[in-house]
């Protein structure tokens, strides 16, 4: 053979053999390792890198929810099928009312377009009443793939939004009692009407310490302006929530209370330096999770000791809700933004952007917000772009998911409504709202020892309330009461649409009556408003104060009321301005209770501290009987 020949034939063999032990070697690594289409298609929609790298790594689930193996399988499960759509419509919470839709109507299309085409993940319900809240949501339950995780406001009880639930006083008027079991009690009372009529998770307690006298928005909704009593009453609420097994949420985090500001109007401001506010304003948070509250609602503040740029809010910032609440104090649970359709967040940012924002911050929940289609769309679009890492979004649905999962949805996700009048409103409930109420009357001045009232000493009564929106005048109980207790009695009503006319009818009635009430349900000023209002009202009441007849004033709303009259020689304070206690009022005044509240606050320009307060024994059941 020619070796010219050979070598080529040697040679094309030799390459034929290297091709195939290339593609051999090819073929067996791709055996082996998919592809990131292989993996891609396998894994469905779910980010692949983001996928494999879980493998690699423990997941981590929120500790304060005890979560078995079961279901951590069953959270995997769901978050494995999800689209990124799915993912980011399970962290919106749109508001909806808890009133009698019928199926045909604008509000229950809506409520189904959010459950069944947005797939949302929990709906927070507001007012309307117990037996049809429980039917929309039951509802709205039976066409949601994955639980709704359905919230409320029910800060003082189901009565707040609801017509036919328990009302509570407010916590100002339970710090009043000295009493810290009442706050556990009224929690595992509110759990149990919650979850009668499908609601799991309440937006309280209030944790915010009310050292501001002129805050327009907190006031009575905080236990006190001392750190400790918000501390002790806001835990063992939250314990009492948690042993009925609902979720409590802690808020308004890092503390609304030292603002001037309603965040409703726009972005209040919250002085004080980092070491500060983590000695005062944050303290009752930082005790709340190391008693192991399972949610906390970040506050729309600005707070310059925390967060360095200008005008951004806390529910917006990182600074403050990962690296401080997430890093520093080790929260795990969930995180939720208080109200995105408030003007402290829409007059600055679009919608898209705040919650783009919010997620990027680290918070799970997006609350309220002004449309849900734009949040979910803008979120799904921040994750394609790569502004927000899918690994983020996970984090948060993996700790909805364990919620649920905690609360048990996968298995009771339905209310039995036959069963709600059983659960709403009983005695028992009915009671401790009484006494905790009967327990917070504190009279802080009786110079004239008018009270309690002496029998047949006083002929002509006359009760003028000052309140705020006509439309709604909590105080028409107390003056249906002095109308029922007093005969003959001259009764009035101030408000918003009151006029020269009426403040004159008023101080024209003054002059012949022997003792003048004054129930005051106005909050400290919010706005332009209130502010006028406010104004014209104090030019009446220091009239009323220096009538001949003896004046008692008669806190609801304001618990600073006697600083801004000194004058008052006759002072009782509720602080709270719910029916029950305006009956507990008015049994004070008569002497049908003892009287022993202290005050949850000091009263500025005065000598009343924290603590003061005037005890009275109740009088004889023959003196009662006699002065009616």
Not at 226 to 237: D, L, Q, W, Y
Not at 320 to 337: A, Y
Request: hydrophobic share 45%; aromatic share 10%.
């Amino acid at each position: 053979m020619n070796y010219g020949i050979k070598f080529k034939v040697l040679m094309r063999i030799k390459f034929s053999i290297s091709n195939f032990l290339l593609s051999f070697f090819i073929l067996f690594v791709f055996a082996f390792y998919p592809s990131q289409v292989n993996l891609y298609q396998a894994q469905g929609k779910n980010n692949y890198l983001m996928k494999n790298q879980e493998l690699k790594t423990k997941i981590k689930y929120p500790s304060v929810f005890e979560l078995t193996q079961e279901d951590k399988q069953w959270i995997e499960s769901n978050l494995a099928r999800m689209t990124t759509e799915e993912k980011c419509a399970q962290m919106v919470v749109p508001w909806v009312l808890g009133k009698n839709y019928s199926d045909d109507s604008a509000g229950f299309a809506r409520m189904v377009h959010l459950v069944k085409d947005l797939k949302v993940g929990g709906l927070i319900f507001s007012n309307g009443d117990a037996l049809n809240e429980a039917i929309d949501i039951n509802k709205m339950q039976a066409i949601s793939d994955i639980p709704l995780l359905i919230s409320a406001d029910f800060e003082s009880g189901l009565g707040m939004r609801l017509s036919d639930g328990t009302e509570f006083p407010y916590n100002m008027g339970l710090a009043a009692t000295r009493n810290p079991d009442f706050a556990f009690k009224m929690g595992v009372a509110v759990s149990k009407e919650s979850i009668a009529i499908g609601v799991h998770q309440n937006y309280a307690p209030d944790l915010d310490i009310n050292n501001n006298p002129d805050n327009p928005v907190i006031g009575i909704r905080s236990y006190s302006e001392n750190k400790k009593i918000v501390s002790e009453f806001g835990n063992e609420f939250i314990r009492g929530l948690k042993r009925g097994r609902m979720i409590a949420t802690a808020k308004h985090f890092p503390g609304h209370g030292n603002t001037v500001v309603d965040s409703h109007l726009d972005l209040p401001v919250v002085s004080g330096d980092s070491a500060y506010l983590m000695k005062n304003e944050i303290y009752p948070f930082i005790r709340a999770i190391k008693e192991g509250v399972q949610a906390i609602m970040i506050g729309h503040l600005f707070v310059p000791g925390l967060e360095k740029q200008k005008g951004v809010p806390a529910t917006l910032s990182k600074t403050i809700v990962t690296d401080l609440l997430k890093n520093k104090l080790g929260f795990d649970g969930l995180i939720i933004t208080d109200g995105m359709n408030m003007q402290a967040i829409t007059k600055y940012y679009s919608v898209a952007e705040a919650a783009v924002l919010a997620v990027k911050a680290g918070n799970d929940i997006i609350l309220m917000p002004p449309d849900e289609e734009i949040v979910i769309n803008a979120l799904v679009s921040a994750v394609q772009s790569g502004e927000i890492d899918i690994q983020r979004i996970n984090e948060s649905v993996r700790k909805i998911l364990a919620a649920k999962r905690w609360l048990k949805l996968q298995d009771n996700r339905f209310t039995n409504v036959d069963k709600i009048k059983d659960n709403i409103a009983t005695q028992s409930d009915l009671k401790l709202a009484e006494e905790i109420a009967d327990s917070s009357i504190t009279l802080v001045r009786n110079l004239r020892r008018v009270i309690p009232l002496k029998a047949g000493k006083y002929h002509k009564v006359m009760s003028v309330v000052f309140s705020f929106w006509f439309k709604k005048d909590s105080s028409l109980v107390f003056q249906a009461l002095v109308e029922e207790k007093f005969k003959d009695a001259s009764t009035f009503i101030l408000n918003d649409k009151s006029s020269r006319k009426d403040f004159n009818r008023v101080l024209r009635a003054a002059r012949s009556a022997d003792l003048i009430l004054i129930p005051y349900f106005m909050r400290p000023p919010s706005d332009e408003l209130s502010e006028n209002l406010f104004k014209k009202y104090k030019m009446v009441i220091n009239k009323l104060l220096l009538a001949r007849a003896p004046a008692v004033m008669l806190s609801f709303g304001d618990p600073y009321l006697l600083s801004r009259y000194p004058y008052s020689k006759t002072y009782l304070s509720a602080f709270s301005d719910v029916p029950v206690s305006q009956k507990a009022m008015m049994k004070a005044l008569l002497g049908e209770i003892n009287i022993t509240g202290r005050l949850p606050v000091s009263l500025p320009k005065t000598k009343y501290k924290i603590g003061f307060g005037i005890s009275l024994k109740k009088l004889k059941a023959a003196v009662i009987r006699k002065i009616n």
